[in-house]
């Protein structure tokens, strides 16, 4: 018994298709942005503004003084290690508010800050 021979193979099989098989969209990875309110859109904070009687206030009012505050100061009054007070001067200050704040060394030799006023 001997195997039959191919003939022609049908026109409909995949290797013979010339359309390209659909495929749905790819859906992006990450969450769609949400579009802001009408409040939030034109809402700008002024550089160096925070609400009364919080910690950034607080250090706000002693970065206003003419002769600065060191670290260890801001430390006490934060109650924050010496890296959280870093990167919140660097951060929430000088990023995210917009304040420039100038690093010195007083006239004790030790590190101290003060809002560079323009």
Known sequence: MTSPIPSEQPKN???TATTKARVAKRR?????????????AGHTKKPGTARH???TAKILELLKRPAGVTL????KI????AHSVRGFLSGTLRKKMGTSVESFQNSAGKRA???SIK
């Open 53 to 55: 009687g919080t910690k």
């Open 78 to 81: 934060a109650g924050w290690q």
């Open 28 to 40: 992006p990875r990450a969450a769609p942005i949400k579009a802001k309110s009408a409040s939030e």
């Open 13 to 15: 099989t995949p290797e």
């Open 72 to 75: 260890k100061d801001l430390m």
């Open 113 to 115: 800050y003060r809002v």
